[in-house]
């Protein structure tokens, strides 16, 4: 079975520059996830997807941070304009379904993102 | 406030040896918890799941222990291997999102 894929692995951009992330979920897994994960840190969530539908965006920088995921299928994160503290390690995950969160989530490898 | 506090921070070891690592949380209501590993550069994988009603669950030479009174679980490596050098992250559920991640403990296994 294939795992949860994302491009690009690494980016550097400048501040104020824009950025886009892609990810592909395990196929069938309704539920996808997008985490932010400063070094030393643990992920945070930025927002939840439920199919096509955001079940959590709470944690999202609307001012800046924006995701999609058309067709219930992949997704993109965007940031624009970025900051500097927007470097981070950008994770992708994906569930069967969320109820209750006991569901397991099976993470992509990251992008890890530079600004400088 | 939901949290959880890892400790310790960072552990050096010898290879071959055991470790414990420490999870403690303040999340309710608690559905169940989780030990991801994290190797440098990649997503989490998950060691074990634990409901609240287990005491204990092991994965070849991880071995969890949950106590739900006192809100404390463990992760235990036997006999570690260099590959066994990641971050160690506890993850609680509290019944709904969003999951609560702990910061996670650097574990170094040298020869």
């Known amino acids: 079975e294939a795992g949860v894929a994302q491009s690009p692995r690494y980016k550097i951009i400048e501040k104020r520059q824009s950025v886009a992330f892609w990810c592909n979920p395990i196929s069938g897994h309704a539920t996808l996830y997008w985490y932010q994960q400063i070094l030393g840190q643990g992920p945070k969530l930025l927002i939840q997807?439920?199919?096509?539908?955001?079940?959590?965006d709470s944690q999202l920088p609307k001012d800046r941070f924006s995701a999609e995921r058309l067709k219930g299928v992949d997704s993109t994160l965007k940031i624009q304009p970025a900051k500097l503290e927007d470097s981070a390690v950008y994770l992708c995950?994906?569930?069967?379904?969320?109820?209750?969160?006991?569901?397991?989530?099976?993470f992509g490898p990251g992008t890890r993102l530079t600004v400088t | 406030k939901n949290q959880v506090e890892q400790s310790p921070q960072s552990l050096i070891i010898l290879e071959g040896k055991n470790c414990t690592l420490q999870c403690n949380y303040t999340v309710s209501p608690f559905s169940n918890l989780r030990w991801y590993k994290q190797d440098t550069g990649r997503g989490p994988v998950s060691l074990t799941i634990?409901?609240?009603?287990?005491n204990t669950k092991s994965n070849g030479r991880y071995t969890a222990t949950l106590d739900a009174d006192t809100k404390q679980s463990s992760l235990h490596i036997t006999a570690s291997q260099l590959s066994d050098s990641a971050s160690y992250i506890c993850?609680?559920?509290?019944?709904?999102?969003?999951?609560?991640f702990g910061k996670g403990t650097r574990l170094s296994v040298i020869a």
């Open positions: 997807f439920q199919n096509n539908g955001v079940v959590d």
């Open positions: 995950a994906s569930s069967l379904e969320s109820v209750g969160g006991s569901y397991e989530q099976y």
């Open positions: 634990m409901t609240f009603s287990e």
């Open positions: 993850v609680v559920i509290p019944g709904g999102v969003p999951l609560v």
